[in-house]
């Protein structure tokens, strides 16, 4: 409902309030620095515990986030939600990867004796899949409202545009501002 809200036009009664491209350009602000602090975070993971996957698989994937991210871009400017799939795709095989390696960890931490190492990082891990998780519902939002909203439902409300007001004032009977003068007879 908040991301409905979000990418709706501003109502006629709000004073200052973003237009709705400033809005969306926000959004994708806010979204493209939470995947790139993810990324980064993920780097300095992989780094500090040496992950199962090697680095290449994980940079790999990022690279395809990124590049559905722009196509996500492209689509929610034109609001198309058919351009929005891919990041969404991408997201959930980065959470489907994220599961996999909690899950290979949690078993490898009940076999093992490095039980502390383990835990911290599943926690970590834990961590990135819950902003990936966010993300996912993210896109799902948007999608949806693109999807509802439609090319021919949608049509943005007309722009009132209110001049001041202009006091003119005359000398002479309005008939004959408006008129010009009759003759006299």
């Not at 891990?125 to 909203?149: D, E, G, K, P, Q």
């Not at 209110?162 to 000398?171: M, N």
């Amino acid at each position: 409902q908040m991301i409905s809200d979000w990418l709706q036009e501003p109502a006629m009664s709000k004073r200052y309030a973003c237009n709705l491209s400033m809005k969306k350009t926000v959004y994708v602000l806010l979204l493209f620095v939470l995947l790139l602090s993810l990324g980064i975070v993920q780097v300095i993971f992989i780094e500090k515990f040496n992950f199962l996957l090697p680095r290449l698989a994980h940079c790999v994937l990022f690279l395809f986030e990124l590049v559905t991210f722009l196509i996500f871009i492209f689509g929610i400017y034109p609001e198309k939600p058919g351009m929005i799939v891919p990041f969404g795709v991408a997201e959930v095989l980065r959470v489907i990867v994220l599961t996999a390696l909690i899950v290979y960890y949690i078993i490898l931490n009940f076999s093992s004796d490095s039980f502390d190492l383990m835990a911290r990082a599943v926690g970590h891990l834990f961590f990135v899949l819950a902003a990936h998780i966010f993300i996912v519902s993210l896109v799902i939002a948007t999608y949806r409202t693109l999807r509802n909203r439609g090319a021919s439902l949608y049509c943005p409300p007309p722009q009132v545009h209110t001049t001041g007001h202009h006091v003119i004032v005359l000398e002479q009977p309005i008939e004959e501002a408006m008129y010009g003068k009759k003759p006299q007879r």
